[in-house]
Structure formats: structure tokens, C-alpha cells
């Protein structure tokens, strides 16, 4: 009889199946597929040996492969495109010796850039500054390395070291010389970029090194004043950085070293960025009820009933006050709670003490000395 073609699955071959027959001739044979293999893992290569002398902080084998090859550390390249000081800047303190090792062989340029994009031109000390790792940031220093180089976005080290609140790094670096005043390519400064990350006591060190460097006492308070109050390329100056990400203790601060200063802090409180936008928006649109707290305390103590009014009344670009954006950025309901009720204690005459109690304990016990707080706080600060 004719055969018919039937489909089989998979793991079989399609065969040709006699009816009524018994032969074998159209038997279907199986045939299993070829077990199923993993595929080969991809080879890594090992590192160079001077790198690995430096990731394994393996100083005679460092010895050895810099006297193997003198010239070889120069040309190296770690696999993020930085020189063997970037790796030896980032290995932390395990990586100290290979650094100092490094530095005494003279072959590496101190300055030196790394050439890929992960290093974004970034120079040895730049990575000891973001890393935290200050032995290697002295280390660098002492042979040279330029203490104001810029990497890509024009960030110093300093701004590395104090975004990242590596106040040993920080001091290291002033006395090296460190530019408080530099900023990067969005006009952020190292006390902006501090302020925005929440860290307070390096927010405090770096105005302190303002006034030391301009002398102390009242022209020292007038310049950590003046530092809290520069503007970036949007307008704002560190405290919106501070209350954006909600950190009351700085925005406090930065008010207390305004207010040191001379400036008018109820005309601080309300400086508005381009688009007329204050602290107090900012604080009360994202919910931010301690800054705002903190905001209408100092604004409170500083001039009273007309100095908050002023920070509540202040209208952006489009007329609205904070009173009217309050919580508008989904922070719930604290916000327009304080604001409506501070603004009804305004009206009435009625003392805001409430408001920040804490700032209020500090007025009475913590009066900020211009002399004593923005002096130096020990740190020693490079005045040349």
C-alpha cells in the first residue's frame, strides 16, 4: 500500500510508515539530539604584572617588574585608560606604598590624564580626591601633582573631594593650595556641590578657608558670605542645592554664614534664580518642611514679622509665592500646613518662634562668631 508521511517531534527524523504491514521497511529510526553544551567562558587575560603588583599591593614584585622594564610604567595603562598612579590613587590605603614606589621611579607623569572616556581626563589626584584616599592625595601633592588641574566638566579635586565628603581630603588639599572659589562648567563650586550631598562639615570647612584666606575676622566672615552666595550658571546659589535634596542642617549653615557676613539674610532668604524662583519655592514645592522650617525661623530672627513675610510673599516669574506651590512637587501636605500657618501668624502680628525651635536654642546658646566659627576651624589653608 502507499505510504503516508507523517510529522514527528522533536529529537525524531520524519520516516515513511506502511499500513497493515509489519515489515520495517518504513520504520521511523530516532535519533537524539546532540546533548546541549555550555558555552565556553570568555577569556580573560591576565593582568600586566605592574598592575598586578599594584591591585595586590605586592611591592617586591612591583620592584621587580619596574627594574625589569623601566621604561614599561610610563606606557601602562589600566584598563579604564588611567596611568599606574590613577590605579595606584585608587587602590586606597593597601595601594600607598605601590603609589610611593611609583613616585620615586619618576617615570609617570604626576599630572597625567587618563586617555579613555571612563576616566573623563580625570588626573591621579582627582582620584585620590574622589576616592577619599588622602595618603595618596599628599602623596601626589608632595611630587608635584597640580592641585587646580580641571578633568572633563572642569572639576578640580576639590569639588571631587567634596562632593563625595572626604573632609581629610579636603583639608589636604587647601593646604596644598586648593582654589575655593573655582567652579565648573555649570558654575557649581566645591561648597555647592558639598551643600547638595548634605555634607555639613565640609560645607562649614570650606567657608572657613574663605575667611581665612581673606584674613579673619570681619573681611573673613564678609568673604565665606560672599562664597555662600555665589550663583551658577542657573542662578542659584548653594542653599537651593541644599533644600532641593533636603538638608536643613546645611541650608542653616549657609544662612548663619550670610547672616556673619553683613549681608541682609531676609534679602539672602529671598534671592531668587533667574526665573525669580527662591529657596523658599523650592522648599515648598518639593515638600521640604525642615528647610522651609529653618528658612522662616532665620527669616524670623533675623527681621521679624517683615522678614518672613517677605520670604512667603516673594513671587516667581509667574506671580506665585511659596504659599500657592506648596507640596506642588508631591511632598503631601506638611508644606502648605506650615506655610498657611505661618502666613496666618504674619497677618496677626504674632511671633514665629514656633516655627524652628532648634534655630531658636541655637540663637540663644550657638550664636555664630564670625572671629571664632569662620576663622580656620584648624584647618591650614595655603595663602598663596
Not at 546541549?36 to 591591585?55: C, G, N
Not at 605586592?58 to 621604561?71: R, W
Request: proline share 7%; charged share 15%.
Amino acid at each position: 500500500m502507499k505510504g503516508v508521511v507523517v510529522g514527528v517531534k522533536v529529537g525524531t527524523v520524519v520516516g515513511t510508515v506502511a499500513r497493515g504491514g509489519g515489515s520495517s521497511k518504513g520504520r521511523v529510526t530516532k535519533r537524539p539530539l546532540p546533548p546541549r553544551q555550555s558555552p565556553a567562558p570568555p577569556h580573560v587575560a591576565s593582568p600586566p604584572p605592574l598592575l598586578a603588583a599594584i591591585a595586590s599591593s605586592d611591592l617586591p614584585a612591583l620592584a621587580d617588574a619596574l627594574a625589569a622594564a623601566p621604561g614599561a610604567p610610563a606606557a601602562a595603562r589600566a584598563p579604564d585608560g588611567g596611568s599606574l598612579l590613577h590605579a595606584a590613587a585608587a587602590g586606597g590605603p593597601a595601594a600607598a606604598g605601590a603609589l610611593t614606589a611609583l613616585l620615586a621611579a619618576a617615570t609617570i607623569p604626576v599630572g597625567g590624564r587618563g586617555t579613555a572616556a571612563r576616566t573623563a581626563r580625570k588626573t591621579p589626584l582627582h582620584v585620590a580626591a574622589a576616592t577619599g584616599n588622602d595618603d595618596a592625595a599628599a602623596a601626589l601633592l608632595a611630587a608635584g601633582a597640580p592641585v587646580n588641574a580641571v578633568k572633563a566638566s572642569d572639576w578640580t579635586p576639590l569639588m571631587a573631594a567634596a562632593a563625595g565628603g572626604h573632609a581629610a581630603v579636603v583639608h589636604t588639599l587647601l593646604r596644598g593650595g586648593a582654589d575655593v572659589w573655582a567652579v565648573n562648567r555649570q558654575g557649581a563650586g566645591a561648597l555647592a556641590l558639598a551643600a547638595r550631598a548634605g555634607h555639613v562639615g565640609v560645607v562649614r570647612d570650606l567657608l572657613a578657608a574663605a575667611a581665612t584666606l581673606a584674613g579673619g575676622g570681619a573681611e573673613g566672615a564678609a568673604s565665606a558670605a560672599r562664597l555662600a552666595g555665589v550663583r551658577a550658571t542657573s542662578g542659584r546659589t548653594p542653599v537651593f542645592g541644599a533644600v532641593f535634596f533636603g538638608h536643613p542642617r546645611v541650608v542653616r549653615v549657609l544662612l548663619e554664614a550670610t547672616a556673619a557676613g553683613g549681608d541682609a539674610p531676609e534679602a539672602h532668604r529671598v534671592a531668587a534664580d533667574g526665573g525669580g524662583w527662591t529657596p523658599a519655592h523650592e522648599a515648598a514645592y518639593r515638600g521640604q518642611a525642615p528647610c522651609l522650617r529653618v528658612l522662616l525661623g532665620a527669616a524670623w530672627r533675623a527681621g521679624g514679622s517683615g522678614a518672613a513675610a517677605g520670604v512667603l510673599g516673594a513671587t516667581d516669574a509667574a506671580g506665585a509665592t511659596p504659599v500657592d506651590v506648596a507640596d506642588g512637587g508631591g511632598g503631601g501636605r506638611a508644606c502648605a500646613t506650615l506655610a498657611a500657618a505661618a502666613a496666618a501668624d504674619v497677618v496677626a502680628g504674632r511671633r514665629l518662634d514656633w516655627v524652628d525651635p532648634e534655630g531658636e536654642v541655637r540663637a540663644q546658646d550657638e550664636r555664630l562668631d564670625s572671629s571664632a566659627d569662620l576663622d580656620h576651624h584648624g584647618i591650614g589653608v595655603a595663602t598663596v
